[in-house]
T-cell receptor, first 116, second 112 residues
Framework: DAGVIQSPRHEVTEMGQEVTLRCKPI?????LFWYRQTMMRGLELLIY????????DSGMPEDRFSAKMPNASFSTLKIQPSEPRDSAVYFC??????????????FGPGTRLTVL | DAKTTQPTSMDCAEGRAANLPCNHS???????VYWYRQIHSQGPQYIIH???NNETNEMASLIITEDRKSSTLILPHATLRDTAVYYC?????????????FGQGTELSVKP
């Protein structure tokens, strides 16, 4: 199993540009999560999906951020327009399902975003 | 999520047991205790979880007090590769998608 796959691993862009981060969850997993990590704020949950449906997007910082999950094997997190304060490591994670008490999220390697 | 409190940092000698405490005094009856760790520059990794009983797996042991207000993660023979930030989490509604809220965690340094 390849695990959760994220691309790109590193992204450097200029302020105002559109950024798209991609995630492929583990096959058979039906929940997907997007997190952001910075030194100042730690690891923050942005949004999560169950069966491709967004369930909780309360962590999305503002309207510049949007996330989609068009099918069970792919999700995107888009920032438009990007700002320097969006610089962070963005993690995607997936989980198999709602097994009682089971919450073993598998994280991808992350995308390190730098907005100049 | 129930609020959890962990020490900011801890040191441990290589080969010795690392005991990482966590307070979760407001935990309710249906809230599990989860432990994750994050090695530098990597994504977090699940370690173990429990509800009432002590648990053990290939990575660690989890000791939960009888009143469930605190727990201890034990790495029986810490190695240098166990140096990481360890997160104790008590999520609610685990059966509604698995939302986790990460705090600041404990930065464990295993020293030779």
């Amino acid at each position: 199993d390849a695990g959760v796959i994220q691309s790109p691993r590193h992204e450097v862009t200029e302020m105002g540009q559109e950024v798209t981060l991609r995630c492929k969850p583990i096959s058979g997993h039906n929940s997907l999560f997007w997190y952001r990590q910075t030194m100042m704020r730690g690891l923050e949950l942005l949004i999560y999906f169950n069966n491709n449906v967004p369930i909780d997007d309360s962590g999305m910082p503002e309207d510049r951020f949007s996330a989609k999950m068009p099918n069970a094997s792919f999700s995107t997190l888009k920032i438009q327009p990007s700002e320097p304060r969006d610089s962070a490591v963005y993690f995607c994670a997936s989980i198999k399902g709602r097994e009682s008490g089971r919450n073993e999220q598998f994280f991808g390697p992350g995308t390190r975003l730098t907005v100049l | 999520d129930a609020k959890t409190t962990q020490p900011t940092s801890m040191d441990c000698a290589e080969g010795r047991a690392a005991n990482l405490p966590c307070n979760h005094s407001t935990i309710s009856g249906n809230e599990y205790v989860y432990w994750y760790r994050q090695i530098h520059s990597q994504g977090p990794q699940y370690i173990i979880h429990g509800l009432k009983n002590n648990e053990t797996n290939e990575m660690a042991s989890l000791i939960i007090t009888e009143d469930r207000k605190s727990s201890t993660l034990i790495l029986p023979h810490a190695t240098l590769r166990d140096t990481a930030v360890y997160y104790c989490i008590a999520p609610v509604y685990y059966n509604q998608g698995g939302k986790l809220i990460f705090g600041q965690g404990t930065e464990l340094s295993v020293k030779p």
